[in-house]
């Protein structure tokens, strides 16, 4: 009886966790045509990759040559609930017992023209899988990215490419870190407000690639729970029974981006009746980042799709405001006896309009570089 319960208590902490939601080809495919230079004689690895069902996995060994990589490591961690949708000829071809639940390691050094048809693709993949045993083996731990043996392998990459799971995001991206890896990712809008993730952009140790608040169509166990998710699904041409729709996707990279170094044009001159002052935060409002004044030197709070358009030599970032006041930046912290609302004030920057106090979106707060005081 207890056994059923912990069991039961175990299945709802992995639902909880929600991190199956498998990314499609064509998301990867636009965002890693912008880094092909980047990926030249580099080792990459997908460690949260199940190389018969990661199109992360598929999509560099089809182009193995293409970005003239030196080598492809993918590990997995547990067998996909999603089985049989991707690379499900490796299965028929006998290198995968779909029964067997143990976590698998490919590691490709070299695709040739195995078919000879001319060209070098997926085909010539699964032919080399066939052919070569060693390429494809059992892992010894669990698939673990944290395990020794996926430490590992992580050594030995340049890059790390994949989806990672959303509910380890901190733990993951300080892995990276720790091991001085460069990376390219994709995390959900929200990791840009945890304080070890923001502490690596302010640094510029970590910024957004191309694709930036993305609702995502994603191969997954889990249902829509939304009519208009279903339909935006239906819409994108996937069945609403095994795919999702995910909001507010970013790809997270310390990879060099162009969009990095492009400054934002700035047209607006600063106001005080334009620009309100914060009641709560010694920085002025900005609504929209179109609307950041060209002259204004002090603070700003920008909304957080600022991030987007970064260039770091025109902006400094100064740190987010929000409830936690991790920096103490706040100069006012609301009590019962200034609004019975005080709480919900004490969320963010506040603005007075017609003298009622109103609390405003999350805002990242920045200074204009170009600006002399
Ligand atoms: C968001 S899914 C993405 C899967 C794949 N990278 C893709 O994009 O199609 C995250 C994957 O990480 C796996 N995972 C969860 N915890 C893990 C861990 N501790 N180590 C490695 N992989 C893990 C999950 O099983 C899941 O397949």
């Known amino acids: 009886m207890e056994k059923k319960s912990s069991n039961k208590n175990l299945h709802k902490a992995n639902q909880a966790k929600k991190d199956e939601f498998y990314t499609q080809l064509v998301d990867i495919e636009n965002e890693l045509k912008h880094y092909k230079e980047q990926f030249r004689d580099k080792v990459v690895y997908c460690n949260c990759d199940d190389p018969f069902e990661s199109n992360f996995f598929k999509y560099f060994a089809a182009n193995f040559n293409f970005l003239k990589l030196k080598k492809l490591i993918a590990t997995s961690f547990v067998p996909s609930p999603i089985a049989g949708r991707q690379l499900s000829f490796l299965e028929t071809a006998g290198l995968k017992d779909k029964e067997k639940k143990e976590p698998f390691k490919i590691e490709i050094s070299e695709v040739k023209d195995m078919n000879s048809d001319g060209a070098v693709g997926i085909d010539d993949v699964k032919l080399l899988l066939e052919q070569n045993a060693k390429t494809c083996t059992p892992l010894k731990d669990n698939g673990d990215f944290r395990s020794n043996e996926c430490i590992e392998l992580l050594k030995q ?25 460069k990376f390219l990712i994709l995390g959900n809008m929200n990791a840009i407000t945890y304080k070890e993730i923001f502490k690596l952009i302010k640094a510029n140790k970590l910024w957004a690639g191309y694709g930036f608040n993305m609702s995502m169509v994603y191969a997954s166990p ?27 996707i970013n790809w997270y990279t310390n990879l060099d981006t162009e969009k990095r170094h492009e400054m934002i044009d700035l047209y607006k001159k600063y106001t005080a009746k334009e620009y309100p002052r914060y009641d709560n935060y010694d920085a002025i409002e900005v609504s929209k980042v179109s ?27 100064i740190w987010i405001a929000d409830r936690q006041d991790s920096q103490g930046l ?32 999350m805002r990242i707060l920045i200074k204009n570089k170009k600006v002399k005081v």
Do not use: C, H, W
């Open 330 to 361: 706040r100069t006012k912290t609301y009590t019962i006896n200034d609004t019975p609302n005080y709480n919900d004030l004490n969320r963010g920057p506040v603005i007075k309009i017609e003298g009622e106090l109103r609390v405003v979106y």
């Open 291 to 317: 609307d950041i004044p060209m002259d204004y030197n002090g603070a700003m709070g920008v909304p957080i799709t600022f991030l987007n358009k970064y260039n770091p030599v025109q902006f400094e970032v």
């Open 222 to 248: 889990y249902s829509n729970e939304l009519d208009d998710n279903r339909k935006f699904v239906v819409g994108k041409g996937y069945d609403p029974n095994k795919y999702i729709k995910v909001p507010a």
């Open 157 to 181: 990459a340049d890059i790390v490419v994949t989806n990672p799971p959303f509910s380890l995001f901190r733990e993951y991206v300080a892995q990276l870190v720790e091991y001085k890896k």
